[in-house]
């Protein structure tokens, strides 16, 4: 079954203390992406990667990091949490037509 | 600069009533359009996808949507409304020089449905 996992669902934590949302897909999809889901906002991408090694920033990169060793993984890190990063993330895989993760729902306090 | 507009922030209707949700797109030449559905707390499904050819698509879950270029419009339609049909619906255009790798979402329509 076509799928991309996200972990952890559900994420609270404090200002500053580094974390990392892992995301993996099974479509052997080349292009990853990040988004960020907010009130009123709409989804926002924050990072995509075209392929291994290969990243470039979304439209609110600010505050996040990406890495892409391998295909099938692209997680996302924040270095220093702010209560601004609090939201729902979900991440997508596939070109023309992506699919979404189940999404992680942070807060940061 | 891109936008997606969908006017309608909640719509409510009752069950077996049709159901049109609009989405307005500003972009200088036909983007790809598609139309996504979030169940509560679920990830993004896509519905349908308008990339050439005929102006109106099919998708699934018995949603249409046709295409306008002359309004810039890609409206969302179904015939008959379904209890499970309450969701939350985006409208999103990705830029054809970059195929669909940076979507840009509209803020989305909240459907309720009624008994």
């Known amino acids: 079954e076509a799928q991309v996992t996200q972990n952890p669902r559900y994420l609270i934590t404090v200002t500053g203390k580094k974390l990392t949302v892992t995301c993996s897909q099974n479509m052997n999809h080349e292009y990853m992406s990040w988004y960020r889901q907010d009130p009123g906002l709409g989804l926002r991408q924050i990072y995509y990667?075209?392929?291994?090694?290969?990243?470039d920033k979304g439209d609110v990169p600010e505050g996040y990091k990406v890495s892409r060793k391998e295909k099938r993984n692209f997680p996302l890190i924040l270095e220093s949490p702010s209560p601004n990063q609090t939201s729902l993330y979900f991440c997508?895989?596939?070109?023309?037509?992506?699919?979404f993760g189940p999404g992680t729902r942070l807060t940061v306090t | 600069a891109q936008s997606v507009t969908q006017p309608d922030i909640h719509i409510t209707v009752s069950e077996g009533a049709s159901l049109e949700l609009r989405c307005n797109y500003s972009?200088?030449?036909?983007?790809?359009l598609f139309w996504y559905v979030q169940s509560p707390g679920q990830g993004l499904q896509l519905l349908l996808k308008y990339f050439s050819g005929d102006t109106l698509v099919q998708g699934i879950k018995g949603f249409e949507a046709e295409f306008k270029r002359s309004q810039s419009s890609f409206n969302l339609r179904k015939p008959s409304v379904h209890w499970s049909d309450a969701a939350e619906y985006f409208c999103a255009v990705g830029p054809r020089e970059t195929g669909a790798n940076n979507l840009f979402f509209g803020t989305g329509t909240r459907l309720t449905v009624i008994p």
């Open positions: 972009y200088g030449a036909t983007p790809y």
């Open positions: 997508a895989s596939g070109y023309y037509e992506q699919y």
């Open positions: 990667s075209m392929n291994v090694e290969v990243t």
